[in-house]
């Protein structure tokens, strides 16, 4: 009952706080209401995932909650001016460091420490984090060395062409991983077994898993809406202490990857570690690639440059990430220091980003 009540109650919340400015109780009640609407995401999608078995289940959360993360960068961009032009660059960036390092880190920390050593598919999970890598650095990295717009900016034929090739190559993964190869994403035994149903619990029924996708709908519309509302005291919070701008879209793509990263942790810790992978860097890959066709189309309205081109010090982050992931997948199997490899990198992301 409680699950089913909470998506409405943060629409609710939603629609009696938008656009208002909010003294910080009322902040603090909104917080903990984004915080009950998470947990009802993650039960919902876990229903559906259960009725469509993998991988699709993995797709339905991340998809989702990319939607609603380019709505929100959007809205944000539109309202916030000059200092909002490099949040989509930001944002993305984040979500990527913190699915494929963060996510994936504690995913293969739990399931080792449960386990002794995490057991998943490296031909699916390798071109997955193919895939990303791939979008990451047309989108990221190739608009620092361009000449066509001075700064890490891309011309408009070079941002429509980013933007197809991404949607392209998202599509091309969706249809390998839900059509052609569907066995290389789903969840294996420590014996390398794969297991295409979940033992011992029957699956919702049809109405139940349809009643479960609205509530996840309701739920993801409400956490970030609701994340929208707290944003302007993140953003003071942010300016109070002398950081970076960048650290908002830090806060964002955290707040917006909480229900993937809870969903990913139990399945780690019910030895699904191929399912837990499957929701990081399929986060991840939905994040870029579904974020800058939607960006490219929304620069139709919105004023001023788009700045895509990372950083210096981020870009020695994503190659750091390339290099690690990819001795990570390759063997198919990770113990702790894998884990607290990746989870290492995070909190250099973290740290960097707000003491660049």
């Given at each position: 009952?409680?699950a089913?009540?909470?998506?409405i109650?943060a629409?609710?919340?939603?629609v009696?706080?938008w656009g208002?400015?909010?003294p910080?109780?009322v902040v603090?009640?909104?917080?903990?209401?984004?915080?009950?609407?998470?947990?009802?995401a993650?039960h919902?999608?876990?229903?559906?995932?259960h009725k469509?078995g993998e991988?699709?289940g993995?797709?339905?959360?991340?998809v989702a909650?990319t939607?609603?993360?380019v709505a929100?960068?959007?809205?944000?961009?539109?309202?916030?001016g000059?200092k909002?032009q490099?949040?989509?660059?930001?944002?993305v960036?984040?979500?990527v460091?913190?699915?494929?390092?963060?996510?994936v880190?504690?995913s293969l920390?739990v399931?080792?420490l449960?386990?002794?050593?995490a057991?998943?598919n490296?031909?699916?999970t390798g071109?997955a984090?193919?895939?990303?890598?791939?979008?990451?650095?047309l989108s990221?990295?190739?608009?620092?060395?361009?000449t066509?717009?001075?700064?890490p900016?891309?011309?408009?034929?070079?941002?429509?062409?980013a933007?197809?090739?991404s949607?392209?190559?998202?599509?091309?993964?969706?249809t390998?991983?839900?059509?052609?190869?569907?066995?290389?994403?789903?969840?294996?035994?420590t014996?390398?077994?794969?297991?295409?149903?979940?033992?011992?619990v029957?699956?919702?029924?049809?109405r139940a898993a349809?009643t479960?996708l609205?509530?996840?709908?309701l739920?993801l519309?409400g956490?970030?809406?609701l994340a929208?509302g707290?944003s302007?005291?993140i953003?003071?919070?942010?300016?109070?202490l002398?950081m970076?701008?960048?650290?908002v879209?830090?806060?964002i793509?955290l707040?917006?990857?909480l229900?993937?990263?809870?969903?990913a942790?139990r399945a780690?810790?019910?030895?699904?570690v191929q399912?837990s992978?499957?929701?990081?860097?399929g986060?991840?890959?939905?994040s870029?690639g579904l974020?800058?066709?939607?960006?490219?189309?929304a620069k139709?309205w919105?004023?001023g440059?788009l700045?895509?081109g990372?950083?210096g010090?981020?870009?020695?982050?994503?190659a750091?990430t390339?290099?690690?992931g990819?001795?990570?997948?390759?063997?198919?199997?990770a113990?702790?220091l894998?884990?607290g490899?990746?989870?290492?990198?995070a909190?250099?992301?973290?740290?960097?980003?707000?003491?660049?």
């Open positions: 009952m409680k089913a009540i909470t998506p109650l629409v609710a919340t939603l009696l706080t208002r400015d909010l910080p109780p603090a009640v909104v917080a903990l209401v984004l915080g009950a609407a998470v947990l009802s993650v919902h999608a876990e229903v559906v995932a469509v991988p699709f993995s797709l339905v959360l991340a909650v939607v609603i993360e929100l960068i959007v809205t944000l961009m539109i309202s916030g000059a909002t490099s949040l989509a660059r930001d944002t960036f984040a979500a460091m913190i699915t494929c390092n963060g996510l880190g504690l920390l399931a080792a449960r386990r002794r050593v057991v998943f490296p031909e699916g071109g984090f193919a895939t990303v890598i791939t979008i990451a650095t990221l990295v190739l608009p620092n060395v361009t066509s717009r001075p700064g900016e891309f011309s408009p034929a070079q941002l429509a062409f933007a197809v090739t949607l392209a190559l998202y599509a091309l993964f969706v390998v991983q839900t059509r052609r190869h569907r066995d290389y994403f789903l969840p294996i035994t014996a390398g077994e794969v297991i295409d149903t979940e033992q011992h029957d699956p919702p029924t049809g349809l479960s609205g509530l996840l709908l739920a519309i956490v970030v809406g929208k707290v302007p005291a953003e003071k919070a942010v300016g109070d002398g970076p701008q960048a650290v879209g830090v806060a793509a707040l917006v990857l229900p993937e990263t809870i969903a942790v780690a810790a019910r030895d699904r399912t992978l499957n929701l990081a860097i986060s991840a890959m939905a870029i974020t800058i066709p939607a960006i490219a189309i139709i919105l004023s440059p700045l895509l990372l950083g010090t981020q870009m020695i982050l994503l750091l390339v290099a690690v990819t001795l990570t997948i390759v063997p198919g199997r113990n702790v894998q884990g490899l990746h989870l290492s990198l909190a250099v992301f973290l740290f960097m980003a707000a003491s660049p």
